[in-house]
């Protein structure tokens, strides 16, 4: 059976998650326990299964032969020396794909296999299976391409008026934003550049996967995605067969932070399979992943404050250009979000935000953790600082002067109905006890580490202070519902839903909810497949826990009425009176109790749900429309040391307040905002894709550096600024994205406050200090 | 292909047939005996995902050729687990201070901390981190990890 357990403001019948009072029993392993990962001993043990861990009989391996050149039209290829070797059994080009030559997420722009054309270094030109990885790689390598090299487009702000460079032109987006009175300004105004570089996400599990084919013609794939369902809808427009001949299984996943969300050899290994006939096993090699994904936005952003004498806001102006690379991916979303957000969690009154994503021949870009609000908050704290150095004022009083809050407008005109306490979460950081750090004499605490490269006496230390926002879920009327089931029998749960746990603990929540909701212990996830179950929608945007929990929780639900009705009618009371608790159905009275084991013994309560959040709007001419569904902030304190001759920076504290709405999990909260904060660090301080005219120089571990355990600090959490979310399932927002956004920011601006520089770009180069 | 040859792998002799002779410790490891809890983030001795012991030693199975580990003792995270429930207290206390997300990196980890622990039963937080500074993770921020770690040596010191 379905059901629509519609959470809408525009008159849903079953309203779902009602808030906080909505914690039956948080007893020890419900919502808002301290509950341990189901995977977790699996995982310590080595036994979980990643999906570079697939094995089937006479397997072959898949390797990918991808552009060297940015820019280039391809003239001729010959697969002969390859197809000539031992141990290979296919060798793929464009022609091979039997359906639409295209795809991506939300514009289907990207070719399966270049056909004529090269947009972009590491684009596939062509695949081979052989029965050594070794064998496969060597076999592409024998591929002989006959490129015809072109200039690269690699300017996005030259890309609008340049010629395009594929049938769809250079513009994957332009947004305006005009709200207020455009003509009024400030007593005061400041203005800024400011830059931020290409990030990878650099999950730990490299894109991998296994696809097994089927005589009828139909191919099961099992890999690590973020949001299986429409990756389906992809492999299958691109394979030209009906979806339900396209069947996805989550292998588990090593980390996603957004890489995940478009496709990168699903399609490849499902062609390779069905053209061999056997299974086909693939797995990127680091430097492979470095161009098989796509990268956080590198950006450009000018802005102009306005505030009065007092420093309240009185126009935001600010032009924003994102390079979305070779790919549409995401980019239209993420420039949305980038626009929408580019004042901050303030109040107002007038803003002129320009925001354009272009197409270049660098690679492409799309999701990552904090999804165009890293980017402009890097801008308007920026911003701020200058604004409050301008009125001789304290940065953090202007922040909290300004600070936006319900029944506040975004630059959007959106009401802002929900929670949103910027103000505390401001407060709580800001105002939190600093800790005590002394100038350590213990050489691995100094910038540089222990290498004697730096004196103590040299370093100069500095604190900087930022805040940053975000949506929840998906904005601008696209309704990403979820889908999940629950069975009981004989007193176990069941809990389906095609949610991809990338890491971030969802399977943990899911078992919570099912105990909070049905009283039950053992509750068992079914695989995450779309054999069995509806769309999970995708694992980003910091949405699965408020709607694949929202759908966990309206199937539980559900069972749970059915239950109790068929229990009530046997007892002859109302079903009002009785609960599921500690594995019994118990009368309020303290009258009856029976086991639910016995109750459900062999039998089916089963129930299936979509969970819908409320409608959105898309935005009109002017960027103005309700376009999104939930926010959530956080601030951030960072600390610094460093040595300005040699521009080293050694971050000493991060102290962050977050707007978290409810905690169902203290601990994966913790592991949330701490993780996040150290893709902060690294946005602020080491971490950018360099590109020399479209080349990637640096695709490797050794030269893309991510921190370690050395260059992260001790992390203080000073509050989960806890405000329950009207509408959201316990009241809980997704916390995973805002400790990304606003870490960068405060790191950046603690190095200049020990350094009195400017330093308008991040990542923050020891020659940005030491020569600027 | 090389001569079949004889691996020492948790105190199990597996025999390596049909192996190129350029074969890494990781591939045979993990392809050839299916022992995939050693892990392949980076296969270029940058991320210790693919951390193991040869002969005590911590090392990056990724840069061993597996020939040239033949008549060692080779220690994965397989071969790591004793006390309750077949887990070590380095294993018990990752996941008990939730220092397991997407849990990639896990492994190489735990084979890491049981090797400094090994050598120093009462690490400094300094120690702690310059110990595991080559083990990459990208989804924890390391503050659960150094707890386990802290909570780990606590266990092993108290224990009889």
């Given at each position: 059976m379905t059901s629509e357990a519609a959470n809408t403001a525009?008159?849903?019948s079953t309203a779902t998650g009602t808030g906080a009072d909505t914690i039956v029993d948080v007893g020890t392993r419900g919502v808002g326990a301290d509950v341990g990962r189901p995977d977790g001993v699996p995982k310590v043990q080595g036994r979980f299964a990643f999906s570079s861990d697939l094995w089937a009989d006479d397997f072959l391996w898949g390797h990918t032969l991808r552009s060297p050149h940015a820019s280039a039209l391809i003239r001729g290829v010959d697969i002969g020396p390859a197809v000539a070797m031992a141990g290979v059994y296919a060798v793929l080009l464009a022609d091979d794909v039997p359906g639409c030559p295209t795809y991506g997420l939300e514009h289907g722009d990207q070719p399966a296999l270049a056909d004529g054309q090269v947009r972009y270094v590491g684009e596939p030109v062509a695949l081979v299976a052989a029965d050594h990885p070794d064998i496969a790689r060597r076999a592409a390598e024998a591929i002989v391409v006959d490129y015809e090299v072109t200039e690269p487009l690699t300017d996005a702000e030259a890309a609008p008026t340049a010629a395009p460079i594929h049938p769809d032109g250079n513009v994957f987006r332009e947004i305006t934003i005009r709200h207020g009175d455009l003509d009024v300004t400030g007593e005061v105004t400041v203005e800024g550049v400011y830059e931020v570089g290409m990030q990878d996400q650099a999950f730990m599990g490299p894109e991998s996967g296994m696809a097994l084919p089927d005589e009828d013609g139909s191919v099961e794939l099992f890999v690590s995605t973020q949001w299986l369902h429409v990756d389906r809808e992809q492999i299958a427009a691109c394979l030209g067969i009906d979806e339900e001949k396209v069947r996805l299984t989550l292998a588990g996943v090593g980390g996603a932070f957004g890489a995940r969300e478009d496709l990168s050899l699903q399609v490849h290994l499902c062609l390779l399979a069905l053209h061999t006939g056997k299974p086909v096993k693939m797995v990127y090699s680091r430097d492979e992943s470095f161009l098989g994904h796509v990268h956080r936005h590198p950006a450009k952003m000018w802005y102009r404050h306005h505030a009065d004498r007092t420093g309240r806001l009185v126009k935001v102006e600010a032009r924003i250009v994102l390079d979305g690379g070779a790919y549409a991916s995401t980019s239209s979303a993420v420039i949305a979000n980038a626009s929408c957000f580019a004042a901050g969690p303030y109040k107002v009154p007038a803003a002129h935000i320009t925001g354009l994503a272009a197409r270049t021949n660098n690679p492409p870009c799309g999701a990552m953790r904090g999804f165009g609000a890293v980017q402009t908050c890097f801008g308007h704290e920026s911003q701020m600082d200058k604004l409050a150095a301008a009125l001789n004022m304290d940065p953090v009083e202007l922040r909290l002067l300004n600070a936006i809050g319900p029944g506040d407008r975004l630059v959007t005109g959106q009401l802002i109905t929900g929670t949103f306490p910027t103000a505390e979460v401001i407060r709580q950081c800001a105002y939190a006890p600093e800790a005590e750090i002394p100038l350590s004499d213990d050489r691995r605490d100094l910038p540089g580490g222990s290498g004697r490269t730096t004196d103590a006496a040299d370093t100069v230390r500095g604190t900087g202070f930022a805040v940053g926002f975000k949506n929840l879920m998906f904005s601008e009327?696209?309704?990403d519902y979820s889908s999940a089931a629950c069975r009981v029998s004989d007193g176990v749960a069941t809990i389906t839903c095609a949610c991809a746990e990338v890491g971030q603990g969802f399977v943990t929540l899911a078992q919570q909810i099912a105990r909070t909701e049905l009283g039950v212990d053992e509750v068992i996830l079914a695989p995450a497949q779309t054999a069995t179950i509806g769309s999970a929608g995708s694992s980003s945007a910091s949405r699965q826990t408020w709607m694949s929990g929202g759908a966990v929780q309206a199937a539980c639900r559900e069972v749970r009425a059915q239950i109790l009705a068929d229990v009530a009618a046997e007892w002859g009371v109302s079903p009002d009176g009785l609960v599921l608790r500690d594995g019994l159905v118990v009368s309020l009275d303290g009258q009856q109790e029976a086991l639910l084991a016995q109750v459900t013994a062999g039998a089916g309560y089963e129930a299936d749900v979509e969970y819908h959040h409320a409608p959105t709007e898309a935005l009109d001419e002017n960027g103005q429309g309700n376009a999104h569904v939930s926010f959530a902030c956080a601030a951030h304190r960072a600390t610094v040391d460093v040595d300005p001759d040699l521009g080293l920076v050694r971050v000493r504290d991060i102290t962050t307040a977050q707007d978290v709405g409810r905690i169902l999990n203290p601990t994966q909260a913790v592991g949330q905002i701490e993780g996040g904060i150290a893709q902060g660090l690294g946005l602020a301080l080491m971490e950018e894709i360099v590109l020399d005219d479209g080349l990637v120089r640096n695709a490797s571990f050794t030269d893309y550096v991510i921190p370690t355990t050395l260059d992260m600090p001790d992390v203080t959490i000073a509050a989960f600024v806890e405000e329950p979310e009207p509408g959201a399932p316990y009241g809980a927002k997704g916390i995973g994205e805002p400790p990304t956004i606003s870490s960068s920011a405060a790191i950046a601006a603690a190095v200049r406050a020990a350094t009195g520089q400017d330093l308008p770009r991040i990542p923050i180069r020891p020659a940005d200090i030491a020569l600027g | 292909m090389p001569d079949p040859y004889s691996l020492r792998v948790n105190g199990v002799d597996c025999e390596v047939a049909d192996s190129d002779i350029a074969e890494s410790l990781l591939f045979v490891l993990r392809e050839r005996l299916g022992l995939t809890g050693t892990k392949n983030a980076c296969t270029e001795g940058e991320c210790s995902s693919c951390a193991v012991l040869i002969d005590g030693v911590l090392t990056c199975s990724c840069l061993v050729l597996s020939a040239t580990a033949a008549g060692q003792e080779i220690t994965t995270v397989e071969g790591l687990g004793d006390g309750r429930d077949g887990l070590s207290a380095v294993q018990e206390a990752f996941v008990a201070e939730g220092a397991v997300q997407c849990g990639f990196c896990t492994p190489g980890l735990i084979v890491a901390v049981h090797d400094l622990l090994e050598a120093n039963a009462d690490p400094s937080d300094g120690d702690v981190r310059e110990a595991l500074s080559g083990n990459l993770c990208r989804c924890t921020g390391y503050g659960r990890i150094l707890a386990a770690v802290n909570t780990a040596a606590e266990a092993k010191r108290s224990q009889p």
């Open positions: 525009a008159g849903g009327g696209y309704d | -």
